[in-house]
């Protein structure tokens, strides 16, 4: 059992360049979310989605877009990457909130995919 | 708006000794309160939640979460640190704002425990 599963772990851009970062899930959960990890912001959320075809902004969506047109998979886009977006992103996946059972509200998250914006 | 609040950015322990991370937080609603832990070049992990029930949550590892609604804390401990509990602490609380199903994270709490 993968659980969660992001591609690449590592990239090096250019200001300008784009790229797509993949989250793939294997336990069937509705909701699947993109962090960005900062030193001393924690994480923040970027955007996120509690179902098959919908995506809504979090904290900090400007210069990134989503899709989730599959219920396992999320992507991230950067259009036109900038040296500001250089960052560790996170993706992570969890049941239904409104589930009754012990592991709702509990996010799964993957390892981590560094991006570097020269 | 809701918030969290981890006022000790890093917290030293001496091995077998007990520890705690701190957490305050604001919400609109009922809170629903979690800690994840995070080694090096990791993804976070879940440690334990408060929900509702028993202000005393207990978790994996061996750690422990007191819910205290008065103070708004839920501050994480453990009786007798390891040197392997080394890590990131993030607590988080529930996003209220918007459609359902986030969480607000806090900034983190480097734990470091010296043998």
Redesign the interface.
Known sequence: NAGVTQTPKFRVLKTGQSMTLLCAQDMNHEYMYWYRQDPGMGLRLIHYSVGEGTTAKGEVPDGYNVSRLKKQNFLLGLESAAPSQTSVYFCASSPNWGQVDSGANVLTFGAGSRLTVL | AQSVAQPE?QVNVAEGNPLTVKCTYSVSGNP?L?W?VQYP??????LL?Y?TGDNLVKGSYGFEAEFNKSQTSFHLKKPSALVSDSALY?CAV??YG???????????TKLSVKP
């Open positions: 950015d629903y979690f994840y070049n990791r993804g976070l992990q879940f939640k929900i993030f529930r996003n918007g459609s359902q199903g986030n969480l607000i994270f806090g900034k983190g």
